[in-house]
């Protein structure tokens, strides 16, 4: 097994299936179908009903932005080089909430509310989920 770098995602048999989808394109979630909501970062079982009949579901893509905030400094490699960039939180239209970077939106253009589309990233040997305007689609 490689060491992952500090910055990257650890990929174990239960992610692998989130990061494989994400490599094609897709955003998945964990949904329950015992009390029907879906959650994220991804869980083994449901943290609403703690029910373990948890599945791996696609995500529409779609999201608002939550809040956010713009980041001038950071000095942890690799962000150094990034600066500055939109760290976000994001509601997801299934509903979880997830934190992120809003990518290619200007920073004076950056609202409440406003729509979002998932887009990927390719970071090292994963691909990382990063959100964009939905307008510009
Ligand atoms: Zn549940």
């Known amino acids: 097994m490689t060491a992952t770098p500090a910055n990257l995602p650890d990929v174990d048999a239960f992610t692998r299936p989130y990061w494989d989808a994400a490599a094609?394109?897709?955003?998945l979630l964990r949904h329950c179908a015992a009390c029907d909501r879906a959650h994220h970062y991804p869980r083994e079982f449901c943290p609403y009903c703690w029910s373990?009949?948890?599945r791996w579901e696609r995500a529409s893509g779609r999201a608002t932005l939550y809040t956010w905030s713009v980041v001038h400094r950071?000095?942890?490699p690799p962000f150094g080089e990034r600066?500055?960039?939109v760290a976000a939180v994001v509601d997801l239209a299934?509903?979880?909430?997830m934190m992120?970077?809003?990518?290619?939106?200007?920073?004076?253009?950056?609202?409440?509310g406003m729509e979002l589309r998932v887009a990927f990233r390719e970071d090292g040997d994963v691909a990382v989920p990063v959100f964009g305007s939905a307008s510009e689609r």
């Open 24 to 27: 094609e394109g897709h955003l």
């Open 52 to 54: 373990e009949d948890v």
């Open 74 to 76: 950071n000095d942890l």
């Open 83 to 85: 600066v500055p960039y």
């Open 94 to 97: 299934e509903g979880p909430r």
């Open 100 to 112: 992120t970077e809003v990518v290619g939106v200007a920073e004076g253009d950056l609202r409440i």
